[in-house]
């Protein structure tokens, strides 16, 4: 369930998060499992979870708030810094997580990739300024200790000048002591590795000749102020000349030590080099967006380029194409983690190869890859390329003597880009991926909105399966099965039915396939099972043993079930049916594809008196040795077998129809025809040796009470 409204509209992440404590518990525990070997604070792990949910809680009203807010961000930025957070490590890694997981782990809008971009540009801003304020108050520290040595001079002048000694040395931070006439008196190695100068040339340097010359007026400024006491310090960004004249933007806190009578002494210079703290932040901004493994682009980069050709200055087309590698698992499973990330580095170098100068190329999952190509010639030129990229993945790879080749399945997207939306453009290739995928891999496919809309169709089809059946829409038909030698009723088929109040009534062919992909197979097949059981239970209760036969489908996912007998012995007894009356119908398939243990279920069952029907739907032989190993009663035939019968068919058809009959009877189980049309047919069936017949010269499906008719008639 999505804790953010995909409309558009802002949602309010206070309420959001009360609603959702677990998927934000469990983002801050990820984040502190990459983080906590970085952190230098002495904290424990329980305590920086924690610490970290609330970030999180800071994280999602940042990114959430109407109008964006950079100054939300910054303050998230200087709290790392205030809990010491403040290894560069640390950073690096919480800006590549918050950047990769923030969106997709609350279900955030993909279109608020840019928001988050911004959102970590300010945090990192806000961390240089936490990091920057945090060194000024240390260098404000390192004055105080200063001041204080001064006046102390006469007391422990030795010791006091030894610890400043020590710190105006070690300190990574520039530092000088400059004479009322502007001399430098004194400097540390870090002030000669900032501006480049030789020691002895600046010794010979004024303060003010080190600045830009456009800086030196408002500094003289700000200098006199220090002097009259109109201020105690003076904290801001200058720029400095290094000594080939390279210009670089420094933080400079400069503060006046008086003597003890109140009189100027000299001024203490604090330099911070501005240009590597803002080169951090633009390094840690690219890492966020960049794959660290394969060095391409990652997903929060590849949005980011959708939203941009999506704008009103995006091109007028574009072409997606997504690779996603067939059976990756396979090669991490059986060669190891190691030779899998060769693997996807190989993939990325062979892409990065085709596209060079066509397109853009992004690791976008796990194993699955994003090219976009701008403005192509055609659709064909960017497929042509897709077909390349394929046969270079399909060479293999050797690794530790092994030739390991992967092949990949690709979902290609050619839309007008300008109006469209990143999150649908994304949308659409995924579900183009799927079908190469579900048309046998290897391959690529081309988005079509028709099947697309036809997809959705059924989506929204399968979607409501639950709600019909909660609505009573469902209900169980039953199809006469007469023997053909009298035409007597003996037995009765099981159909399911779907009254839709908008498509009318629904075959199992119509919905049962999409029964899969919302879990409710096994609910529909126990739901019907059941409704068959307990009509079966009142006509036999009524009629006796004249009551006829209940057929009824056992698919191959319920015969899997561990408890099958007991499950089936149990509805018999609560329903008063005999196992006589119960005749379960497999798939032709089912046979090959059930364990021996499932096999002895079903012996069990035929051993208690329950019939077994091979539904033998498509015609194949039957040829599984699992087939003879079960206990049948009966092999059931349509389609085309028995249709080939009818007058006017091709010999060749009837010939071969007659074969199978024939052979398929040297298995001595009686035969059932479904599909019976016409009199020539079922007269032709029984000449074959078929027993029993079903279809609409029979009569169709009907309900209960029109069966129940018949029995009392």
Request: charged letters at 25%.
């Amino acid at each position: 369930m999505a804790m953010v409204d995909h409309s558009g509209a802002t949602p309010d992440p206070g309420t959001a998060l009360d609603e959702f404590p677990l998927v934000r518990e469990d983002f801050a525990h990820r984040w502190t499992a990459l983080i906590s070997a970085t952190v230098l604070a002495n904290i424990s792990r329980p305590e920086l979870e924690q610490l970290l949910a609330a970030l999180t809680t800071q994280l999602l009203k940042a990114i959430s708030a109407d109008p964006e807010d950079p100054e939300h961000a910054r303050r998230i930025g200087r709290a790392m810094v205030e809990h010491d957070f403040i290894a560069s490590e640390t950073l690096e890694r919480s800006v590549a997580f918050v950047g990769e997981h923030l969106l997709t782990h609350f279900h955030l809008p993909a279109s608020w990739n840019g928001r988050l971009m911004r959102l970590l540009g300010s945090l990192a801003a806000g961390f240089s300024d936490g990091l920057r304020d945090r060194t000024l108050d240390q260098q404000e520290l390192s004055k105080t200790a200063a001041v204080i040595a001064t006046r102390r001079a006469q007391q422990a002048q030795h010791d006091s000048e030894t610890k400043f000694r020590a710190v105006f040395n070690s300190s990574a931070v520039s530092i000088a002591v400059i004479g009322l006439d502007d001399h430098l008196l004194d400097f540390n190695e870090a002030l000669v590795g900032l501006l480049r100068h030789p020691a002895a040339d600046l010794r010979k340097l004024t303060a003010g000749s080190l600045m830009h010359p456009d800086d030196r007026a408002s500094l003289a400024l700000a200098v006199d102020q220090l002097a009259s006491g109109e201020v105690d310090h003076l904290r801001g960004e200058r720029r400095m000349l290094r000594h080939d004249g390279e210009v670089v933007e420094v933080l400079l806190a400069l503060s006046l030590v008086r003597t003890p009578a109140g009189e100027p002494a000299y001024y203490v210079a604090m330099i911070e080099n501005m240009n590597e703290l803002r080169a951090l932040q633009t390094q840690l901004v690219r890492q966020s967006l960049h794959d660290v493994q394969t060095g391409l682009a990652n997903r929060a980069q590849y949005l980011g380029w959708l939203e941009n050709a999506a704008g009103s200055k995006g091109p007028d087309t574009i072409v997606l194409a997504h690779f996603d590698i067939d059976g990756f698992r396979v090669v991490n499973d059986a060669f190891g983690h190691d030779v899998g990330n060769r693997i996807l580095v190989e993939v990325a170098n062979h892409l990065r190869a085709v596209f060079d100068g066509v397109g853009q190329v992004a690791r976008i999952g796990p194993d699955e890859f994003g090219v976009l190509v701008r403005d192509p010639k055609d659709t064909r030129s960017v497929i042509v390329l897709v077909e390349n990229a394929l046969e270079l993945l399909a060479e293999p790879v050797y690794v530790e003597a092994h030739g390991i080749a992967v092949t990949a399945s690709v979902g290609v997207v050619a839309r007008r880009s300008r109006g469209a939306d990143a999150s649908e453009l994304l949308r659409c290739a995924d579900i183009t991926l799927g079908w190469a995928k579900a048309d046998g891999k290897a391959q690529w496919a081309l988005y079509d909105r028709e099947r697309d809309l036809r997809d959705r169709d059924m989506c929204v089809l399968a979607a409501s399966i639950p709600g019909g059946l909660e609505l009573g829409e469902f209900r169980v038909d039953y199809q006469p099965v007469v023997r053909l030698s009298d035409r007597a009723l003996v037995a009765v088929e099981a159909k399911l039915r779907w009254d839709h109040p908008d498509r009318g009534v629904l075959d199992p062919d119509q919905f049962m396939p999409l029964t899969t992909s919302t879990g409710m197979v096994m609910r529909l097949s126990r739901w019907v099972l059941e409704r068959a059981c307990e009509d079966a239970g009142r006509w036999y209760a009524e009629f006796g043993d004249a009551a006829p036969l209940m057929s009824v489908d056992l698919i191959a996912r319920h015969c899997q079930e561990p408890e099958l007998v007991a499950e089936i012995g149990g509805l018999l007894q609560r329903t008063g049916v005999p196992p006589k009356l119960l005749q379960f119908e497999l798939h032709e398939t089912l046979p090959a594809i059930i364990t021996d243990e499932q096999a002895d279920e079903l012996d069990i069952l035929s051993s208690r008196g329950v019939r077994l029907v091979l539904d033998q739907l498509t015609g194949g032989a039957v040829t599984s040795k699992r087939v003879r190993e079960i206990p049948l009663h009966g092999i059931k035939f349509a389609g085309s077998i028995v249709s080939a019968l009818a007058g006017g068919a091709n010999l060749v058809d009837e010939s071969a129809a007659t074969s199978l009959i024939r052979w398929s009877g040297v298995l001595r189980k009686p035969l059932l025809a479904d599909g019976v049309h016409d009199e020539t047919v079922a007269l032709r069936l029984a000449e074959l040796g078929v027993t029993f017949a079903q279809g609409p010269l029979f009569g169709e499906a009907v309900d209960a009470a029109a069966i129940r008719a018949v029995l009392a008639g």
